[in-house]
């Protein structure tokens, strides 16, 4: 008898630890939505764009950094296309605690991106802006990571929107 409990107990044991292994695995893997709003936070040279941080707040945690800019198309109408590459590191907040924790899948994500935007010719005030940004790869937690994010400029806020998907391996 006191053996089938030293067995049961461990047997319970095992499923206990299985079933929390189980459940971090599968907050971690397979693909996320994601969504959020990013700030700029440090203005380096203002006709550089790849001298801004921009914080990053939602699902994803950390900073980003445009990293190259081409400028496509700007026209006397205001209009200014542009491509580019991209940083961010962080982190994937699974678990919805508004902080990066040990379990969240953290490190760097590299990005495409297509730019495009519409300024007052006048004033050069941004009136409305949108970008394109597919993942090319990821490092540590975000190693074999695929996706793409969708940005909106808000010109009102000064913030961008961010949403859409992260699928880790």
């Known amino acids: 008898m006191r053996r089938t409990r030293t067995i049961l107990a461990v047997s319970t044991a095992l499923v206990v630890v299985a079933a929390a292994t189980l459940a971090t695995a599968a907050a971690t893997a397979g693909t996320r939505q994601t969504s959020g709003v990013m700030a700029v936070v440090d203005v380096g040279d203002p006709f550089d764009v790849t001298d801004d941080v921009t914080q990053v707040r939602g699902d994803l945690i950390g900073f980003w950094w445009t990293t190259s800019f081409d400028l496509g198309v700007a026209t006397r109408s205001g209009v200014v296309t542009g491509s580019g590459t991209e940083r961010f590191d962080g982190c994937l907040d699974a678990n919805g605690s508004g902080t990066c924790d ?3 899948p953290s490190g760097s994500l590299y990005l495409t991106f297509t730019y495009a935007a519409k300024f007052d010719p006048t004033t050069f005030a941004l009136l ?8 090319t790869r990821g490092t540590d937690g975000f190693t074999g ?7 909106r400029d808000d010109p009102e806020t ?12």
């Not at 000064?158 to 391996?169: F, I, K, P, S």
């Open 102 to 104: 040990p379990t969240d």
């Open 128 to 135: 409305h802006g949108r970008c394109h940004h597919p993942i």
């Open 145 to 151: 990571v695929t996706g793409v994010i969708q940005m």
């Open 158 to 169: 000064g913030c961008t929107y961010y949403r859409g998907h992260l699928t880790l391996g």
